[in-house]
């Protein structure tokens, strides 16, 4: 079963990291369906329906972005917000439809990972900064599964650093 990767980043093009990451992931079509949701929804008005029935198909979901200001772009929180609705996602007569479902985050981070500890300068680890999404999809049932970290993009932006990524990262999404 194929892997949906939900991509998260308002300005790919721009991009290191992840327009990278992309470009690998469309290699492996028969592996990863690659869905952006900036280049679908460029005036950020989400459709639903459509958004509920993609993620249906898919056993295994990755929400792939760059970790800024401590959280997600803006338009991950809107997609939360309005696509895990109350009946689909969760609530007392809901189907859960993201039951079970493998779900993971796949984060680019500028910041190098020691500046995430509780003695450094961020005072806390990733995974503690994330755990409002861990808490969101245990809330609708959904499999969540430990987050992918690349750490040091802001200073680290080398061809070699990049590429440095992608097999990891590609390895993280087979071992979901």
């Known amino acids: 079963m194929k892997t949906l990767v939900v991509v998260i980043h308002p300005d790919i093009k721009s991009s290191a990291v992840n327009k990278r990451w992309i470009e690998a992931l469309n290699k492996y079509p028969e592996k990863y369906a690659v869905h952006q949701l900036y280049e679908v929804y460029p005036d950020e008005r989400i459709d639903v329906q459509a958004e509920q029935q993609l993620i249906e198909q898919y056993d295994k979901i990755v929400f792939q972005f760059p970790f800024y200001w401590f959280n997600c772009p803006p338009l991950f929180k809107k997609w939360l917000d309005e696509v895990l609705t109350y009946g689909w996602a969760y609530g007392s007569k809901s189907d859960y439809k993201v039951s079970g479902k493998k779900v993971a985050l796949a984060i680019s981070a500028g910041i190098d990972e020691h500046e995430y500890r ?45 590429e440095k990524s992608v097999p990891q990262y590609l390895d993280f999404l087979d071992t979901l």
Not at 128 to 156: C, H, M, Q, W
């Open 118 to 162: 509780p003695s450094e300068r961020y005072k806390y680890t990733l995974e503690d900064l994330t755990r409002p999404f861990e808490l969101s999809f245990e809330y609708v049932k959904a499999d969540y599964r430990p987050l992918f970290a690349y750490y040091g993009i802001e200073l680290n932006t080398s061809a070699d650093w990049i």
